[in-house]
């Protein structure tokens, strides 16, 4: 389904006043978010085919696969980032607490307040840090004072484990950090918005195994809060992160399910491969 | 057997690369010095001849201010005082000074020895200083284009009497003024505050200056904000069709458009269509502004594309409308680009003369502007006038011309490099 992008903006839709409501089977209802029969095409060629997965509440999933499998293409189709891209065209459908997100009446970015992403590379603004932080609250006007705001962006420094590193500095550039705590900052971007999932491609790949550890600790934590959907290349981070595992290959889904299983008895012949290192 | 190890190039193909590489650095180093040497003429060469322009022989005339001479007239105060014959004044001072000159022809030659602009300048000084009606005054007026091309030695004393424009018995005149200390330069502030004038010595390129920056200044009101927020729609917004590539191809042919078209276009719509006034900086700046417009969406596109997507996502992400991901976020980082493209073209419209002399601003304009619909020149159309004049006094005049629009385009450049420095420091 393509989707005019800022005509969907001119028509917003706050939070729960939803009214249409799109057949949904049953048993995904308990998912947080799901997918169902979703393809997506660049142009005519298909990067994604018939994908359906459920994404649990306070639940790490984890999806794997070799390069060019789709795992990027999923996770953005999750909060419409696919939708500046041109010749991106979706079909199927994704749901978002029961409700279809790529319905046209559907306010994308009301959608990306509540489904926060964290990108492969820190991608601070290059502003200062405070400002960062605050950027997301500002526009949303989550703030009526200036004290609120800061309170914000403390808070959600602190909730992303950064705050007392940068306390004494807020005002210096984000970009003037580290790139581990500049992806901790990006973190506490996403978080200051108060989303339910945060999506995360590769948010270590280019990282330190230190920062990356401290990264990893953090994405526990935040799993009591959040819902949190990882794309990683490290079958060790998956396996010591997630609670679930999806493998995709070539563009599908071939397995998925509890993340131990997955790993100790994988049912596919290629996520044996895969996760046993044989291929990739 | 394993293949023998590769020990790197032969000595000769070594020697050849090598070689090749200092021939090319010299050759760019030519170039550049080429360039370098190109400019520094051109510089000496305006400077030079320009230099001149801004000294002005003045000769000291003493003039008294007969009371009957201001009683002629009616009305009082300043009315009074315009009637008065200040040229009358002016004749009869320096026939004071050489009263041995009788006959017609001598009296003829010695009042061209100041300028016909004098009895404007006495007429000024009374007019400012009434108080002195009654009594006698000494006072600097301009001498005349050829006393003044005299004294700057760009008219021999040794040329033949016929082709020389001063004649023996004007310069024993001048050398009688010269001994008393009553003929010397000045600073030549008619050159900076005065319009122009078929009279060298009273042209000033005041008048040219005003009407390039209203021009410059409708310019850049009218393209700066069309080019920005054109360029924001066709690299954020365009759909990607075959209308957008359409009109890509025609903005870029546009930047290519000979600047003449553009004056015959502004004299086909904003004059004859839309009949606004000729001569005016206001159309003179609608046709720089669409000459300029192609330059700025070309250098804006440019600078939005080289902002890496990662922000705007980043903006995306947290759930910024496309709008303010770009007016936050792409466009303060696009702006240091998008300023240099803006100054690039829009010192280019200020040297421009083709489009202005299709919309009447090669006009012949002594009054000063004052608004943005008064008959105005600008800087170049000044130049290309001057530059057709017989008169010797205004080659240096051109140049001067020259050197003031010079200053111009660099004071342009250089608020272009403060800006793009302050935007660029801002992070």
Known sequence: MEDNYIESLTTPVTKNTLTTKSALPDENLKAKMSTSDLSVFYGNSPALRNVSLNIFSNEVTALIGPSGCGKSTFIRSLNRMNDTIDICRIEGAVYLDGLNIYEPSRDVVQLRTQVGMVFQKPNPFPKSIFENVAYGPRIHGMAKTKDELHGIVLGSLERAGLLDEVKHRLDTPGTSLSGGQQQRLCIARAIAVRPDIILMDEPCSALDPIATKRIEELITELKAEYTIVIVTHSMQQARRLSDKTAYFHLGSIVEHGETAEVFENPVDERTADYVRGRIG | MTELAFKGPEPDQLRRRHRAEKRFRSIALLSVWLGLAFLSVLFVIVVTSGADAVRQTKILLTISLDSSEFEGGKGSGLAQIRKANFEGLVKRSIRNDFPRAKSRKQKRELAKLVSSGAAYEVREFVEVNPEKIGESIDIWVTASDDVDMLLKGKLKRNMPADIRQISDQQLIWLDQLQAEDRLETQFNWTLFTKGDSREPEQAGIAGAMIGS?????????????????????????????????????????????????????????????????????????????????????????????????????????????PIQAVFHHVLPLAMPGILTGTIIGTARALGETAPLLMIGMVAFVVDLPVTFTDPATALPVQVYLWSDMPERAFAERTSAAILVLLAFVGALNLTAVILRNKFETRY
């Open chain 2, 213 to 321: 920056l209203y021009s410059v200044l409708v310019c850049l009101l009218i393209s700066f904000p069309l080019g920005v927020l054109a360029s924001i729609y066709l690299e954020s917004f365009a759909p990607k069709n075959g209308w957008t590539s359409f009109l890509e191809v025609n903005i870029n042919n546009l930047a290519a458009v000979p600047s003449i078209v553009f004056g015959l276009l502004g004299l086909a719509v904003f004059l004859n269509f839309f009949q606004l006034p000729r001569s005016a900086p206001l159309v003179g700046g609608m046709v720089l502004a669409l000459m300029t417009l192609p330059t700025i969406i070309i250098a804006g596109r440019a600078a939005i594309q080289s902002v890496p997507p990662s922000i705007k996502e980043a903006a995306l992400a947290v759930g910024a409308s």
